[in-house]
Nanobody, 115 residues
Framework: QVQLVESGGGLVQPGGSLRLSCAAS????????MNWYRQAPGKERELVAI????????NYADSVKGRFTISRDNAKNTVYLQMNSLKPEDTAVYYC????????WGQGTQVTVSS
C-alpha cells in the first residue's frame, strides 16, 4: 500500500527557510518521479516542483524558482523540498505526490510564513 508522509512544516518569518521531507513506502520509490504541490486557503492545489526518478532533472513553478530546491535520496525513499527566502504568499499546505497511473497524496504539512 502506497504511503507518503510529509514532515518539516511550521511557522517561519519572511526570509526564513524550511526543509520539508516526504517519506515514501509501498512502491519502488527509485522508479518514479516525485512531486511537491501546495494549496493555499481558497486556492486550487498547484504544482511546486518535480524531480525525476534518478534525480537528474528537476522543474519548478515560476513562483518558487531560485528559492526552492527539490531533491531525493533513493536509498532512504525520501524526497525533500528546501525552501529559502520564504514569502507570506508561500503559506499553504504542502503535499507530496506520486503518479503511478493512480495519483497518491500524503496528508500534507502546513507551512505558515508570517511575522
Amino acid at each position: 500500500q502506497v504511503q507518503l508522509v510529509e514532515s518539516g512544516g511550521g511557522l517561519v518569518q519572511p526570509g526564513g527557510s524550511l526543509r520539508l521531507s516526504c517519506a515514501a513506502s509501498g512502491f519502488t520509490f527509485s522508479r518514479y518521479s516525485m512531486n511537491w504541490y501546495r494549496q493555499a486557503p481558497g486556492k486550487e492545489r498547484e504544482l511546486v516542483a518535480i524531480i525525476t526518478s534518478t534525480g537528474g532533472n528537476t522543474n519548478y513553478a515560476d513562483s518558487v524558482k531560485g528559492r526552492f530546491t527539490i531533491s531525493r535520496d533513493n536509498a532512504k525513499n525520501t524526497v525533500y523540498l528546501q525552501m529559502n527566502s520564504l514569502k507570506p504568499e508561500d503559506t499553504a499546505v504542502y503535499y507530496c505526490n506520486v503518479n503511478k497511473g493512480q495519483r497518491y497524496w500524503g496528508q500534507g504539512t502546513q507551512v505558515t510564513v508570517s511575522s
